[in-house]
């Protein structure tokens, strides 16, 4: 390794995903390398350390060596999805007891009478209230007095709770009881996890609110454990360089920043592939995409316009698909902090196919996942999988993946697949696998509608950027079912994830809520708001290390016309409030909202403010980013060609087995591309040709 990758720095990127971790390096002299290992789910840690530890080994560097260390994990999500979080306590407003289990009356399935709500993260005997009151304008109505604090905590105490969430009527106002419990925690209980909703979420709503500082309770021992012992074990290998996580709202954070606010980071993984997608495509004139992120266990879609991700203030997790603020909601757990807006389907390489009881084919939500994996990973795996499926059809080499690491039992495949699904529903083996990858592109078409068709966006004037392990599959049938023209398939799609985390800048939100009706807002209040949560801002950027002159501050406001429950946030330009701001924010809320909903009211309607957000965002100056990776052909390993099925259409055709390097020059479907991480399949309604980035540009045939 040449002594400027050293001297230089290292950055490293690695994403945790259901089945594989992605690890993507960035050398000093500006080489990008790559590299894919199994999950350990009993302990995600152990394969970033033992896989990073090798990579670095097999490219001649060590852990000293590395610069920045920037990590996606799963580790707050997998917490709740399991159940897995800390025994803790919640302390509320007398009368506010029930609020986790009231919720907001919202139903995900109208019409299902056997549908549960899911089970409260705080049991009731652990949800105590104490006698205080503060009004909508923060005045004090019934003190609280210290003597009933200190018996509440002392009584959670006594249970053993691991932590304690605050979260107390109208606190975003004033929050000078809810800071009087966290002084008692502290001095009865020194050390204790506490979180306090004015610190978590400082917004109105307190359903949203009691939920997001619920579960960031829940996970924060676990998240904070799991960050303190990579950080040592990274720093017992050598490493001194501070570990930075993707928050969900496409930003990067600390580790203590995550440690002490992990709600920020549930959704890393799904951020940073669209992160990487958005600032990689627009390299390539491509502004308007939909992200296309398939795995081994989930499919994600986002949206981007104009170069620009699509934020939603409020998403759920837990739900079975988690689509960010739909109509239909309620059945997750509801975070209302802002994520890019992410639709998530249970359909991945390794969900499970399956018949039901009226004996049609299902797909998932349950995964084969890393271990045992689908039927073709020939480690113990019983059931059929989508991956099985497209051994079966031709489209994944039927000998090996990951350049060869994996090797593939396709026998064992048909076998299964035979026995277990098409002999039961009367079919050829063929017919029921293609039949399964139909399915799952249909649930798979939900999460992109999700993003686009129901967000008033026609995805027909979007390209689709296909990344993850899995995504350029299903890329052009997907395309073609939505009537997409253009595919853009990226280098080391199968570790795109690891690619964005490598391209996003440190970035923090602050949010203060309002109520006002927008012009009655004095101009001074206007100007003051925005300063303090600049303040704010600029202040936690430079412990992060940052100084103003490399910092980007963005406002936003979140906003509605008077009398609606629900808010739609658009951009808000700099400069004092004067009537042509004024007129200007009306007519882009007016834009936003018919753009969302169909329809506009006119300008004589209030408009009424109900928060203030502030982004602050900076940037590493001068850092490497990366690039085509440097990796070994698998040139020798493979075929020619192969048997491939693309339907009733076109039925086996003949596929060339080709490499990336192999599309200089256009190339017509059907072929197959073979590399390291993915499988990308063109079929024959599609010509494909590498553009200067290095992308694999797919033009679907119209008509």
């Not at 399956?354 to 073709?376: F, H, N």
């Not at 039949?435 to 798979?444: D, F, P, T, V």
């Not at 008077?562 to 882009?588: F, S």
Request: hydrophobic share 40%; net charge negative; with cysteine.
């Amino acid at each position: 390794m040449p002594d400027t990758a050293r001297t230089l720095g290292c950055r490293v990127g690695i994403d945790i995903g259901g089945t594989f971790t992605d690890l993507v390096l960035v050398t000093g002299d500006g080489r990008t390398l790559t590299r894919k290992v199994s999950s350990t789910p009993d302990n995600y840690a152990k394969a970033i350390t033992e896989g990073l530890t090798k990579f670095l080994d097999d490219s001649g560097l060590t852990l000293s060596d590395i610069h920045e260390f920037l990590h996606g994990t799963t580790v707050g999500s997998n917490t709740i999805l399991e159940f897995k979080g800390a025994h803790i306590g919640l302390i509320t407003t007398q009368g506010f007891r029930d609020i986790l289990e009231i919720r907001n009356l919202r139903m995900p399935k109208l019409y299902d009478l056997h549908w549960d709500k899911p089970i409260p993260l705080v049991e009731r005997y652990l949800r105590r209230t104490v006698p205080e009151r503060i009004d909508a304008q923060g005045n004090i109505e019934t003190p609280l007095e210290r003597a009933e604090i200190e018996k509440t905590v002392r009584s959670l105490l006594d249970e053993g709770v691991e932590g304690i969430a605050v979260c107390l009527l109208n606190s975003y106002v004033n929050p000078a009881h809810e800071r009087l419990i966290g002084e008692v925690i502290e001095d009865l209980a020194p050390g204790m996890p506490v979180s306090l909703s004015v610190d978590v979420l400082p917004q109105i709503k307190e359903y949203e609110r009691t939920s997001t500082t619920v579960i960031n309770a829940y996970i924060q021992p676990i998240v904070a454990s799991y960050l303190k012992t990579l950080t040592d074990d990274l720093g017992a290998g050598g490493m001194s360089a501070p570990i930075r996580l993707m928050q969900s709202n496409g930003g990067l954070t600390t580790a203590d920043g995550a440690s002490r606010r992990p709600v920020s980071i549930i959704e890393s993984g799904p951020a940073a592939g669209v992160v990487g997608a958005v600032r990689h495509a627009a390299e390539s004139g491509h502004k308007n995409l939909i992200s296309f992120d398939m795995g081994g266990t989930t499919a994600k879609a986002a949206v981007a316009e104009d170069g620009k991700f699509v934020l939603s203030q409020q998403y759920s997790v837990g739900g079975g698909i988690m689509i960010s603020s739909r109509l239909l909601t309620g059945g997750g757990y509801l975070l209302g902090v802002p994520a890019i807006d992410v639709a998530e389907v249970g359909a991945g390489g390794g969900s499970v196919i399956w018949i039901d009881q009226g004996g049609s084919m299902r797909i998932g939500p349950k995964s084969a996942g890393a271990d045992p994996g689908p039927l073709c990973y020939d480690r113990g795996g019983e059931y059929p999988t989508i991956t099985d499926a497209n051994v079966l059809l031709g489209y994944i080499n039927p000998e090996f993946l990951v350049g060869g690491e994996l090797k593939l039992n396709a026998k064992r495949s048909r076998d299964y697949f035979e026995k277990l699904l098409a002999k039961p529903m009367g079919t050829d083996v063929t017919t029921a696998a293609y039949g399964a990858r139909q399915i799952a592109i249909s649930n798979m078409i939900r999460a992109i509608k999700a993003v686009s068709s129901e967000r008033g966006r026609d995805p027909r004037r979007f390209t689709l950027f296909a990344l993850g392990g899995n995504g350029a599959l299903f890329a052009c049938d997907m395309a073609r079912e939505l009537g997409i023209t253009n595919i853009l398939v990226p280098p080391s799609a199968g570790l795109f994830s690891a690619y964005g985390l490598l391209y996003a800048d440190v970035e923090h939100t602050y949010t203060e809520s309002s109520t006002s009706l927008l012009r009655d807002i004095p101009a001074d209040e206007w100007d003051s708001r925005w300063s303090a949560l600049e303040a704010k801002a600029l202040r936690q950027l430079k412990e992060d290390g940052f100084d103003g002159s490399v910092v980007d501050l963005s406002r936003h406001a979140s906003m509605r016309y008077k009398g609606q429950t629900y808010e739609i946030e658009i951009p808000i330009a700099g400069g004092p409030l004067d009537m042509a701001a004024i007129e200007k924010i009306e007519a882009d809320f007016g834009d936003e909202h018919e753009l969302t909903y169909g329809h506009r009211a006119s300008l004589e309607e209030p408009l009424q403010m109900c928060a203030f957000k502030l982004s602050g965002a900076a940037a590493e100056t001068g850092k490497a980013l990366p690039g085509i990776p440097q990796r070994a052909t698998l040139a020798d390993k493979r075929p020619k060609s192969r048997k491939a099925y693309f339907g009733r259409d076109y039925g086996w055709q003949d596929a060339e087995i080709v490499a990336r390097a192999d599309l200089t020059a256009e190339r017509r479907g059907p072929f197959i591309l073979e590399e390291y991480d993915t499988t990308c399949v063109v079929p024959p309604d599609a010509r494909a040709f590498l553009d200067a980035q290095g992308n694999v540009t797919i033009t679907m045939d119209q008509g």
